[in-house]
């Protein structure tokens, strides 16, 4: 059974930079799909924000592209978000979530749980 | 960036009805459009993928048609377990979500 979690500082300042993990368990994440990244603002709807594929291929959410960059580690069989200068609108839940289809962006059917990242000083 | 326009956002509803959520998109995108249910704390779950087809397991209440730029959800008989909020999704071009339906009760 594959499951995905998510890791990180619950609190991160406005200016710096957010940076969470996704660990992978029951699949390896050089599997052949796209492993993605969504986060939901308190009350709000769903935001994609980027994915990665075997560390090859990136995608990013256009209006995000220059403060996004998401990485694949082999070694650790986790893949990672970092979203630089932050500001209180980056304050969301975060999701990790695997593609379900191999070689191509499609829609996620496997998701962590979520985790709370609240920017504030 | 593609678009994505759900309506309504939100729908009061009893058992036992027949619950439709519709999604426009700003340009065509062939039937490249997934639906998901989203319950309070959890993270969403996948209903529905390419317009139409039923992700394993999920209740034959559900369905999804449309094509092009018009796409609906269906639910023909509400049941307690249904009231949550509704996400679809587009994966035409990257991906984007509409804005969210929330199903509750009437």
């Known amino acids: 059974q594959v499951q995905l979690r998510e890791s990180g500082p619950g609190l991160v300042k406005p200016s710096e930079t957010l940076f969470l993990t996704c660990s992978v368990a029951?699949?390896?994440?050089?599997?052949?799909?796209?492993w993605g990244w969504v986060r939901q603002p308190p009350g709000q709807g769903l935001e994609w924000l980027g994915a990665v594929y075997h560390g090859v291929d990136t995608s990013y959410k256009s209006s995000l592209k220059s403060r996004v960059t998401i990485s694949v580690d082999t070694s650790k069989n986790q893949f990672s978000l970092k979203l630089q200068s932050v500001t209180a609108a980056d304050t969301a839940i975060y999701f990790c979530?695997?593609?379900?289809?191999?070689?191509?962006?499609?829609?996620?059917?496997?998701w962590g749980q979520g985790t709370l990242v609240t920017v504030s000083s | 960036d593609i678009q994505m326009t759900q309506s309504p956002s939100t729908l009061s509803a009893s058992v036992g009805d027949r619950v439709t959520i519709t999604c426009r998109a700003s340009?065509?995108?062939?039937?490249?459009v997934a639906w998901y249910q989203q319950k309070p704390g959890k993270a969403p779950k996948l209903l529905i993928y390419?317009?139409?087809t039923l992700e394993s397991g999920v209740p034959l209440r559900f369905s999804g048609s449309g094509s092009g730029t018009e796409f609906t959800l269906t639910i023909t008989s509400l049941q307690p377990d249904d009231f949550a909020t509704y996400y679809c999704q587009q994966y035409s071009s990257q991906l984007t979500f509409g804005g969210g339906t929330k199903v509750e009760i009437k």
């Open positions: 979530a695997r593609s379900q289809c191999s070689y191509a962006l499609c829609p996620f059917d496997l």
């Open positions: 340009q065509s995108l062939s039937n490249w």
């Open positions: 029951g699949s390896s994440i050089s599997s052949g799909y796209y």
């Open positions: 390419k317009a139409s």
